[in-house]
């Protein structure tokens, strides 16, 4: 078996221990991971916007399916 350090060295120590290793790692996972679900939320919620800016103007250009159908979804009564 081989080893790994001569006899006139030390074994390399680890800075930090295996917990706070673990630690440091799942407070940095679920920072990244609310930074990643806000960005999706945010891009999403852009999406969203232009999507029913263009369906608002879909009954002006006479189609006539597609008009008929979100003409009378707008237009209920409440």
């Not at 790994?4 to 790692?25: A, C, D, G, M, T």
């Not at 990244?32 to 891009?43: H, Q």
């Not at 852009?46 to 707008?74: D, Q």
């Amino acid at each position: 078996m081989a080893r790994v350090f001569s006899f006139n060295q030390k074994p390399l120590r680890y800075k930090y221990s295996k917990f706070k290793r673990i630690r440091s790692n799942l407070i940095s996972s679920f920072i990244f991971g609310v930074i990643r679900g806000l960005g999706m939320a945010v891009g999403f919620s852009g999406i969203a916007v232009v999507l029913l800016y263009i369906i608002k103007f879909i009954p002006l250009l006479n189609i006539p399916l597609i008009g008929e159908i979100i003409r009378a979804i707008i237009e209920q009564p409440k």
